[in-house]
């Protein structure tokens, strides 16, 4: 390959579009929209999803499920997770420097894996295994508003 055989890609060069601009551009007259109908006219515009008078994709799909705006969302974190941290007490401020969590969505503690250190656990909602298995390994539970 040399500077006589390269070639710019395809479409590199093409002109744009220049429509309306006489009848010798080729793209005269009706601008390239045709004779007549809806899209030919000025100041046309079809709501996004419009199919011709057709009834809609959208409307056509059977609707399922309830979406609840209500809806909380969680931190998730497990008891394992926990243990691994090396920590006494747990705040949602020390999972968040960990890397535990990463969104400020209030904390949940699960009670996956075994505990067998006393932990003071400071957070926002507690499964009842994860309740027991703390209070049992002796640690605290505190709830956060």
């Not at 059977?62 to 979406?67: A, H, I, N």
């Not at 969680?74 to 941290?85: D, K, P, Q, W």
């Not at 920590?87 to 075994?114: C, M, N, S």
């Amino acid at each position: 390959m040399n500077l006589s055989n390269i070639r710019a890609p395809k479409k590199a060069t093409e002109k744009r579009k220049r429509v309306g601009r006489g009848m010798g551009s080729g793209m005269g007259k009706t601008s390239t929209r045709g004779h007549k109908g809806q899209r030919s006219r000025t100041g046309s515009r079809m709501i996004r999803g419009f199919e011709g008078g057709q009834m809609p994709l959208h409307r056509r799909m059977p609707k399922r499920g309830f979406t609840n705006i209500f809806r909380k969302e969680f931190n998730i974190v497990s008891l394992e997770r926990l243990v691994e941290l090396g920590e006494q007490t747990i705040t949602p401020d020390v999972l968040r420097k960990a890397g535990v969590i990463k969104t400020k969505h209030p904390v949940k503690v699960l009670g996956d894996g075994e505990l067998k250190v006393a932990l003071t656990v400071h957070a926002h909602k507690f499964s009842k295994s994860a309740q027991e298995k703390i209070t049992k390994a002796g640690g605290k539970v505190e709830v956060l508003q």
